[in-house]
């Protein structure tokens, strides 16, 4: 049976179901997975779906082997993601570092779970955001992007796939479990306005001389061959030269991990992406993110409504962190709270960058935090200065 | 405008069935916003089950019903544990057969099980309930619910859910007739 690829639409939409269906309008045409709640829906959506549109689905043993069928597809020229929670995505951090060292593009989607090892296995967690950002060894750069609601479960998981191949990096969509889900509306524009970055291809013809990872463009990234393609290309994990070769010397490593690190932090304009709610005359600056920012957004409202000069700026990547965006609140703002449901994870990025105190609404996971303890932190700071109440709280 | 609604009872009812179907029509139907979110037991049948749908004229910030102004309660542990938690002036359905209110309570008491039996499938139990609450409340247009159940199911279980729906309906014009 040959069913439709993009769901063009309005739909009454599960989060995880959004996110398999921005996978699929996205080009997606391969998955490997271990199912694990709560993102399970996603892995069976797309174990209907992708037979339907010609892809293919495959259970696989565990999250280890998962994530590398995904950058055997991805090498072959596949788009190609896995989806899995907090235990799942500890297995793939290995690889994580493969992908990133192979610039092997990937999608990751973890539907974060109260944590850490088995924890909460159907109740929300979002302490695995540091660990999409350092979780393999080494130094290497990916982006990953934090949904709010199945809407966006749909939106990031294009502009994850596109961010990956235009990159050529590995890109997780940090979800949790609030949003993996949640029921709500869910828009799916037509085929043709799905945006599409596509991968840079060879310009060079196979041969003797051919080099898969030399780079001649300002943004550091090499075009990329597809296997079965012609072409004779190595891949490895290995400190490698333009050629693919391995090559133990420290120039060369110096050379390739800097590139690696470069290639994100020179193009980051183009994966940053945030969303602001009465920012404009902030003097107390809520940072928040994934379904903590609803709560966020009612707190900040009830704020404004008391008269108090509170606004949000909501990360919708996490990773490159919009840090040119926190410096210029810095020039307005006498005060941040960072609102996340972990015990102060984004807080640690927010404090490099800004002078000012900076107050933490914490809970380590379980329940979506409510919009009262966060009002209760704008209050506070409002009444009775920055550095009320210690400066770190727990909405537990 | 924001209205919170629950739908409780135990698995096999078709309780998240019918608080997706509320929500789609209020979300794609009615051009409001609808969040639903639910919560069940480990067990495939049988357990307690319950969907929330929070309707509401702007954004909806927290997803998640606190104090329900509507309550549709379809067994007795549903009724026992939700009841509490209702506004003091909540709407509030009961399945008759079902659940025995406390004395000095008053809910809507609809024999939804008995009326869909009366079908042949008690399955459809959820949408006579479905067609009560939008007869009932004012919350919703028929039409939208109407569409949604179109929408939701696969074509050959329309016809069947359409008359369910249709059925709980009317038994709340001809009781508010009375």
């Avoid at chain 1, 949790?176 to 029921?183: K, R, W």
């Avoid at chain 1, 840079?200 to 550091?220: N, S």
């Avoid at chain 2, 409340?137 to 050959?156: D, H, M």
Wanted: some cysteine.
């Amino acid at each position: 049976m040959k069913g439709r690829g993009v769901l063009t639409g309005v739909h009454f939409m599960h989060g995880d179901h959004a996110c398999a269906e921005g996978a699929i309008a996205a080009g997606c045409r391969f998955f490997a997975g271990y199912p694990i709640t709560p993102s399970t829906e996603i892995a069976e959506r797309l174990a209907q779906r992708l037979p339907e549109v010609g892809g293919v689905f495959i259970q696989m043993e565990d999250e280890i082997a998962s994530i590398v069928a995904v950058i055997g597809a991805s090498a072959a020229g596949a788009r190609a993601m896995t989806a899995t929670s907090g235990p799942g995505f500890s297995l793939m951090m290995e690889s994580v570092g493969l992908a990133a060292m192979m610039e092997i593009p990937c999608v990751i989607v973890d539907v974060q779970r109260g944590s850490p090892s088995t924890g909460l296995p159907t109740l929300p967690g979002q302490a695995d955001v540091m660990q999409a950002r350092w979780g393999s060894h080494g130094d290497y750069e990916i982006a990953a992007y934090a949904p709010w609601s199945p809407q966006e479960m749909f939106d990031l998981t294009v502009l994850a796939f596109n961010v990956a191949d235009r990159f050529r990096i590995p890109v997780m969509v940090m979800a949790d479990e609030v949003v993996g889900h949640m029921v709500e509306r869910v828009v799916i524009p037509p085929e043709d306005q799905i945006p599409r970055w596509e991968r840079k291809r060879p310009r060079y013809p196979a041969g003797d001389g051919f080099k898969p990872f030399l780079v001649e463009d300002e943004d550091l990234v090499p075009p990329m061959v597809h296997a079965g393609e012609g072409y004779r290309v190595h891949f490895t994990g290995l400190t490698h030269d333009e050629r693919g070769y391995p090559d133990m010397s420290a120039e060369t490593h110096h050379r390739l991990v800097t590139r690696l690190v470069e290639k994100v932090r020179r193009n980051a304009s183009q994966m940053i992406r945030y969303d602001t709610y009465a920012l404009d005359d902030a003097k107390i600056v809520v940072i928040s993110y994934g379904c903590t920012a609803r709560s966020a957004r009612r707190a900040v409202a009830d704020a404004r409504r008391m008269g108090i000069p509170a606004g949000l700026l909501r990360l919708i990547s996490l990773w490159p962190f919009p840090a040119d965006v926190v410096r210029e609140l810095a020039r307005q703002a006498d005060a941040f709270i960072v609102a996340e449901m972990n015990l102060g994870q984004m807080i640690c990025e927010v404090e490099r960058y800004v002078s000012q105190p900076v107050k933490g609404v914490f809970h380590a996971g379980g329940a979506m935090i409510p919009p009262d303890p966060i009002l209760q932190a704008i209050r506070e700071v409002a009444f009775h200065g920055p550095r009320a109440g210690g400066g770190k709280a727990s909405a537990g | 405008m924001r209205k919170e609604i629950r739908i409780a009872g135990f698995g096999g009812q078709g309780v998240v069935l019918a608080g997706y179907i509320l929500g789609k029509a209020f979300a794609v139907y009615e051009g409001l916003e609808a969040v639903m979110t639910q919560s069940y037991g480990p067990e495939a049948r049988g357990g307690s089950s319950s969907s929330n749908v929070v309707v509401s004229d702007e954004p909806i910030d927290y997803p998640f019903v606190l104090e329900p102004d509507v309550l549709i309660l379809l067994s007795q542990e549903a009724y026992t544990r939700f009841r509490p938690t209702a506004k003091p002036d909540a709407l509030v359905i009961i399945e008759e057969d079902l659940v025995q209110p406390w004395p000095d309570d008053r809910p809507l008491r609809i024999p939804a099980t008995r009326l869909a039996e009366g079908l042949g499938r008690r399955i459809v139990a959820n949408m006579v309930v479905l067609g009560f609450f939008t007869a009932v409340s004012g919350l919703v247009k028929r039409e939208s619910v109407e569409k949604a159940i179109e929408t939701t199911l696969a074509p050959r279980l329309v016809p069947l859910n359409l008359k369910a729906f249709a059925t709980g309906y009317e038994y709340c014009v001809k009781e508010q007739a009375r």
